[in-house]
């Protein structure tokens, strides 16, 4: 299998376009999050430095250590998913009464849920990560700041569709049901910082009512 990750842009994007099962909405919903982090690396880069900004200068420095670790993480997992989703491809070609397709089903389906999990939740941190620097980051790139923040809550949305298609057809209803609870407390808990953060964004831009 090609590494998507490692594609230039126009390629993985023709990829994505193919008739092919992978890269998906999954390897989709990481990149956004890969984006969102490398915004906030870059507003923290963009930062460094700077005489008004010294008092954050130690805060800014640990978020983009974290920053680029979620980063490059996010970006593993545009392959991960892929590789995720193949034994689910595998058994749901076989017809619907077919032994092997009832014996695996269910791990296929687990399997398929790990990775945009992951994305859920690496993209809260991100988020976590963003939200200082709609104060604490330079004001001529507080703009990124709200892109990536909008690109988190893109990546957590793509993240829970994809974890939601696979739990509907899940033949364990009870973990289906702790799948899609724990999709609704992540989002429950992480639009209202991501919708504070675009606040303070919108109020530097002088666009706050």
Not at 12 to 26: M, T, V
Not at 34 to 58: D, F, I, P, R
């Amino acid at each position: 299998m090609d590494k998507f990750a490692n594609m230039s842009i126009n390629d993985f994007d023709a990829a994505l376009a193919s008739s092919a099962p992978a890269p998906g909405g999954g390897g989709a919903a990481a990149l956004a999050g890969a984006l969102a982090a490398a915004l906030g690396s870059m507003v923290c880069n963009l930062t460094a430095g700077k005489k008004s900004y010294a008092q954050y200068e130690e805060d800014n420095q640990k978020a983009l250590q974290h920053l680029e670790a979620a980063r490059k993480h996010l970006l593993t997992l545009i392959d991960e998913d892929a590789r995720a989703f193949a034994p689910l491809q595998k058994y749901l070609s076989l017809p619907k009464d077919d032994p092997e397709r009832k014996a695996h089903m269910d791990a296929a389906l687990r399997v398929a849920c790990y990775v945009p999990t992951d994305v859920l939740y690496t993209c809260e941190d991100v988020a976590g990560l963003l939200a200082p620097l709609s104060e604490h980051g330079l004001r001529g790139a507080v703009s990124d700041v709200g892109v990536g923040l909008e690109l988190c809550r893109a990546a957590m949305r793509a993240a829970r569709m994809n974890i939601l298609i696979n739990a509907s057809i899940m033949p364990d209803e009870v973990f289906a049901m702790t799948l899609r609870r724990e999709c609704e407390l992540v989002l429950g808990r992480c639009e209202p910082v991501i919708d504070a953060a675009l606040e303070r964004v919108e109020a530097r831009l002088g666009l706050a009512k």
